[in-house]
């Protein structure tokens, strides 16, 4: 073959000397060890996970209940959001219902008012006498006062025997404007703040009636 040497004829140097390699590059030695890692401790445990599950005897936690939700009005006009929270003291259900708006209608028939089968019974007046004085109190920025306290006493004591109650003046006033005001079809009950009552025995017109009882009328001013 010429000049050529065989490979098998003269050892090379030994696996790695001469190339400053020790790799382990050889196949006669076999891959190289892996050093040793220095020992490290284990781990501390996680701590463990609170337990949140109550007590045997102890009450279970309810969500508390939540807050009424007032129907949402939008002006379109301008834009404005208002809730209207003055249906959460309704004591009777209105006309329209989720799927019908019936606010148009003169008189619907949830708000027609029938004559009475006779007076109401004294635990259904007393509810609703408790509201109005409540109500009238409230307006005057006299609500929890002592006067106010002593005039509920005197509602009740007066329903539970007579079954019935009489109105104060100022009372009657505030009754007459309420009604005015929530009158559902009325275009003049924007000046329901404007209404006057008065005897109309001080009339001079309307004066006694064939009774001789005093008599009310209304005017605006």
Not at 172 to 189: S, Y
């Amino acid at each position: 073959m010429g000049n050529l040497k065989s490979v098998g004829q003269e050892p090379g140097p030994p696996c790695g000397l001469g190339l400053g390699l020790g790799l382990g590059l050889c196949s006669k030695q076999g891959p190289a060890s892996p050093a040793p890692e220095p020992s490290r401790a284990p781990a501390p445990a996680p701590p463990p996970a609170p337990d949140h599950s109550p007590a045997p005897n102890s009450p279970q936690l309810t969500r508390p209940p939540e807050g009424p939700k007032f129907p949402r009005v939008k002006n379109w006009e301008v834009g404005s959001i208002t809730y209207d929270t003055l249906c959460a003291q309704s004591q009777q259900d209105g006309p329209c219902t989720p799927r019908r708006c019936l606010g148009s209608l003169v008189f619907p028939r949830k708000l027609q008012s029938r004559p009475s089968q006779g007076p109401p019974p004294p635990e259904q007046l007393l509810s609703q006498a408790r509201d109005f004085i409540n109500q009238y109190y409230s307006s005057i920025k006299r609500s929890g006062s002592q006067a106010h306290k002593e005039r509920l006493q005197e509602v009740e004591a007066e329903v539970g025997a007579t079954g019935t109650y009489q109105l104060r003046e100022s009372e009657l006033v505030f009754g007459a404007k309420q009604a005015w005001r929530n009158a559902p079809r009325c275009v003049g009950r924007i000046q329901w703040g404007k209404l006057q009552v008065w005897l109309a025995s001080q009339h001079p017109v309307w004066g006694q009636g064939d009774t001789g009882e005093e008599k009310m009328g209304c005017d605006i001013s």
